[in-house]
C-alpha cells in the first residue's frame, strides 16, 4: 500500500502549462526584391566594356549606354546582342536574354544618294530603333536600291528630298517612299554605322525572309515595352516565336517593314480574342495608329492559327 504521503504527493501533479496568448496577426511577407539586372554593352567600332541598369524601354536603354561612353543618346543608331557586326538578325528588339551582350552601333560618315523610282517598290525593309532612327533592314535582290552599291543594310534614313524624317516611324517613313512618284529622281540623306576596321558593309540580297536567329541567352528575357515598365518573363514558347516570325512576314510583305517586337504584341493580343472580329477590335485599340487594312488583320489572324496548329 502506498502511503499516505505518496499518495499525496502523486495527486499533486504539476500544473500544465497554459496555452500561450495568441499572437497578433503576423504582417504579410515583404515582396521579394527584385535581383538588379546589369548588362555589359560595348560601341559595336570598339570600346571598352561598360555596365548599364535601370533602364525600362529603348530610348532608356540608348541614354544608360550613352552616360557609360560619354556620348550623346541622338549618336546611337541601333544596337544588337552578341555580336558587333551589322548583323540584322543579331538587332535588338522588344527583347533581351539576362545574359546577353549589347553592342551599339554609333553614327559614322552621312552620305546622299539619287534614286529614280522606275517600278513601284525600291527593294528596301524598314525598321526603326525604337528612339527617332528608321534604318534599313533588307535590300531584296535585283531591286532598285540593290543597285546602288552606296546603300548598305544598317543605314539610316535621315532625310527624303531634304526633308527630315528622324523621329518617324518605320511605317511612315515606308509609306512616304512607296508614295514618291516614278520615273523622278529623289534623294536619300543615309547615316552609316561606325563600323571597325574588321567589319564590311552587309548587303543582303535575299528576296525572302531569312528564319530570324535566335539572341537570346538563358531561360528568361527583359522585355522591354515602349508604354509601361519593362518585365523579365519566360523566353517565348514555340508557338509564339513561331506566330511571331509569320505576323513578322506579312508586315513585311504589306507594309515594307520588320518589327519583331509589333510583331509579338500582336500575337499577345490575339490570345486574348476568340474572333477575327473581336481580335481586330482589340488591335484598333492597341495599335491603332498603324490603320491595319481588314485583308491584313484576316490574314494575320489565319498565320497565328497556322502557327498554332503547326505547334501542336
Excluded at 499516505?4 to 499533486?12: C, I
Excluded at 526633308?163 to 523622278?184: D, T
Excluded at 531569312?210 to 515595352?225: D, Y
Aim: glycine share 8%; charged share 25%.
Amino acid at each position: 500500500m502506498e502511503s499516505a504521503a505518496a499518495q499525496e504527493t502523486r495527486g499533486a501533479e504539476a500544473p500544465r502549462p497554459s496555452a500561450p496568448p495568441p499572437s497578433p496577426a503576423e504582417p504579410p511577407a515583404a515582396p521579394r526584391a527584385r535581383p538588379r539586372l546589369v548588362f555589359r554593352t560595348q560601341l559595336a567600332h570598339g570600346s571598352p566594356t561598360g555596365k548599364i541598369e535601370g533602364f525600362t524601354n529603348v530610348r532608356e536603354l540608348y541614354a544608360k549606354i550613352a552616360e557609360a561612353f560619354g556620348i550623346a543618346p541622338t549618336e546611337i543608331l541601333f544596337c544588337t546582342l552578341n555580336s558587333h557586326k551589322v548583323d540584322m538578325q543579331k538587332l535588338l528588339g522588344g527583347q533581351i536574354g539576362l545574359e546577353d551582350f549589347i553592342f551599339a552601333h554609333v553614327r559614322g560618315e552621312t552620305k546622299e544618294v539619287e534614286v529614280t523610282k522606275t517600278e513601284d517598290a525600291l527593294g528596301l525593309t524598314i525598321t526603326d530603333n525604337g528612339a527617332g532612327y528608321a534604318f534599313i533592314k533588307r535590300i531584296k535582290e535585283g531591286s532598285i536600291i540593290n543597285r546602288i552599291q552606296a546603300v548598305c543594310v544598317g543605314d539610316s534614313i535621315e532625310a527624303i528630298n531634304d526633308h527630315s524624317i528622324v523621329g518617324c516611324r518605320h511605317y511612315e517613313v515606308a509609306k512616304m517612299l512607296r508614295e514618291l512618284p516614278k520615273s523622278q529622281p529623289f534623294t536619300l540623306r543615309l547615316v552609316q554605322p561606325k563600323r571597325a576596321f574588321d567589319t564590311i558593309s552587309q548587303r543582303t540580297r535575299s528576296g525572302k525572309s531569312p528564319v530570324e536567329a535566335k539572341v537570346t541567352s538563358g531561360r528568361e528575357t527583359l522585355r522591354l515595352r515602349s508604354g509601361g515598365a519593362a518585365t523579365v518573363e519566360e523566353v517565348p514558347s514555340e508557338f509564339e516565336e513561331e506566330a511571331s516570325r509569320r505576323v513578322d512576314d506579312l508586315l513585311e510583305s504589306y507594309m515594307g517593314i520588320r518589327d519583331p517586337e509589333l510583331a509579338s504584341t500582336m500575337v499577345d493580343t490575339s490570345k486574348k480574342t476568340q474572333s477575327v472580329q473581336e481580335f481586330a477590335h482589340h488591335l484598333d485599340s492597341v495599335l491603332g495608329e498603324f490603320a491595319f487594312p481588314d485583308e491584313f488583320v484576316v490574314e494575320v489572324w489565319a498565320a497565328i492559327g497556322e502557327a498554332r496548329e503547326a505547334c501542336g
